[in-house]
């Protein structure tokens, strides 16, 4: 039996299908009438819990909830706060049950990445140890059924954004970042391709829409890394002090991924951004020129679909 009502909440950067990923929670919720109760959002996150800022879903229309599955951005509003360990922050943990307990929350749902997920596990534990009845559940923001290439798309978006970032720095030109984008684009294809994911992928929201939202996005920590450096400002402190998924994904995919698949990047946007990273000589006045002298990647090397 089911027992309590809900809350939902937003993390992380809004992708091109995180309220479409709402939508579907608060459609069921609703099928389910009669055996749980109202639905709230979390205004921003698990921030909204903690302040106590929930928006009751209830007065939604049908037709402005199944909008929200073409609708950008975080419909609820979203944040990047990690929670530390219940050993650490005890008192932010003791704050969100006591939330939940107030307004009878039996169910809650975190929509976003893996920093949401780690959230919605640590809650999930907590209650439990105070004596609270939660079922706390992570809802994906990336939805696919593909899931080597929705995988390695998440994890190349951020690779590629950098690289339009520097291009973006050096020229403030619509042609050549269209060039460059649509490089980026075929350069994914070719490695979902060499990963076994389907090439289709990359033009789903979570292939295309994601990448665009990350590489074109000033909000965006990859692409603010790619302006920093094409500017000339990237220096190994601030590596250290920011969580940089594209730095480490370059990395790790030239050095570990493909040398252990036996995939050639040499002739990959993605090597020169990995020299970048990695050459303490490199002339980044260079890198678009290099970029173009390159040669693209070849269609016949496509299983296409």
């Known amino acids: 039996?089911?027992?309590?009502?809900?809350?939902?909440?937003?993390?992380?950067?809004?992708?091109?299908?995180?309220?479409?990923?709402?939508?579907?929670v608060i459609e069921a919720v609703r099928r389910a009438k009669g055996r749980?109760?109202?639905?709230?959002?979390?205004?921003?996150?698990?921030?909204?819990?903690?302040?106590?800022?929930?928006?009751?879903?209830?007065?939604?229309?049908v037709a402005a909830i199944r909008a929200?599955?073409?609708?950008?951005?975080?419909a609820f509003?979203?944040?990047?706060?990690?929670?530390?360990?219940p050993e650490e922050d005890r008192a932010k943990y003791e704050r969100l049950v006591e939330v939940l307990r107030a307004h009878d929350i039996g169910w809650f749902f975190y929509n976003g990445g893996n920093d949401s997920a780690d959230t919605t596990l640590k809650l999930s534990k907590i209650s439990a140890a105070?004596?609270?009845?939660?079922?706390?559940?992570?809802?994906?923001?990336?939805i696919?059924?593909?899931?080597?290439?929705?995988?390695?798309s998440s994890i190349l978006k951020n690779v590629y954004a950098i690289i339009i970032g520097i291009v973006d720095a050096h020229y403030n030109s619509p042609n050549l970042r269209s060039l460059v984008l649509t490089r980026s684009i075929n350069e994914m294809r070719y490695l979902l391709s060499r990963f076994g994911g389907k090439e289709r992928t990359v033009f789903n929201y979570c292939g295309f829409g994601d990448f665009s939202l990350t590489a074109l996005n000033d909000m965006s920590r990859n692409r603010t890394l790619g302006l920093l450096i094409g500017k000339g400002f990237f220096t190994d402190y601030i590596s250290e002090k920011v969580v940089l998924e594209g730095k480490i994904a370059t990395n790790t995919f030239v050095d570990k991924i493909a040398r252990k698949r036996n995939i050639r990047t040499q002739e990959l946007m993605l090597k020169e951004l990995y020299q970048v990273f990695n050459d303490k000589q490199y002339d980044i006045t260079n890198f678009v020129n290099r970029l173009l002298a390159a040669n693209p990647i070849k269609e016949d090397l496509f299983t296409w679909f």
């Open 68 to 74: 929200l599955k073409h609708t950008p951005g975080a």
């Open 36 to 61: 749980i109760g109202r639905l709230y959002a979390a205004r921003n996150g698990i921030l909204g819990a903690l302040n106590e800022e929930l928006i009751d879903t209830s007065k939604e229309s």
């Open 1 to 24: 039996m089911l027992e309590g009502k809900v809350l939902i909440a937003q993390g992380g950067g809004p992708t091109a299908v995180i309220n479409a990923s709402a939508s579907g």
């Open 130 to 142: 105070m004596g609270y009845p939660l079922n706390a559940i992570g809802v994906p923001k990336t």
């Open 144 to 152: 696919d059924n593909d899931l080597v290439g929705t995988e390695l």
């Open 77 to 85: 509003g979203s944040c990047r706060y990690k929670l530390k360990s």
